[in-house]
């Protein structure tokens, strides 16, 4: 059923990427990140080549301050859909992946900041 879920999910945001100047949205982010599970939950060691990948894709969605409380508020809804996910494994995730998105990968933290 996830797999179904993450398949609708990286569909709208393809069909979200060809339409341009729309802000960041949910389905973008979901989809860059949804590659990005087994690590954030501990199967994976290290981030795959995709999930570094979808991580770039997010920092070059959310270029203004309200896409990145865009973007902050779609990951703190995603996360909260996976209560396995390890906290270590979200904060050291942009950085593993060459990043600096500025942007929280968690559950509980402050979008607004």
């Known amino acids: 059923m ?29 989809s860059s990140l949804a590659t990005c599970i087994p690590f954030l939950t501990g199967a994976d060691a290290s981030p795959s080549a995709s999930c570094c990948a979808g991580i770039k894709n997010i920092k070059t969605l959310a270029q203004t301050l309200a896409d ?26 942009p950085k593993k992946c060459g990043a600096d998105i500025n942007i929280p990968i968690s559950k509980t933290t402050n979008c607004q900041a």
């Open 2 to 30: 996830k797999a179904v879920a993450i398949s609708m999910l990286v569909m709208l945001a393809v069909v979200q990427l060809v339409v341009p100047g729309e802000a960041v949205d949910c389905g973008q982010v979901n």
């Open 68 to 93: 990145k409380r865009a973007a902050c508020e779609c990951i703190k809804t995603a996360a909260a859909h996976y209560p396995n996910i390890k906290d270590d494994a979200a904060s050291s995730l």
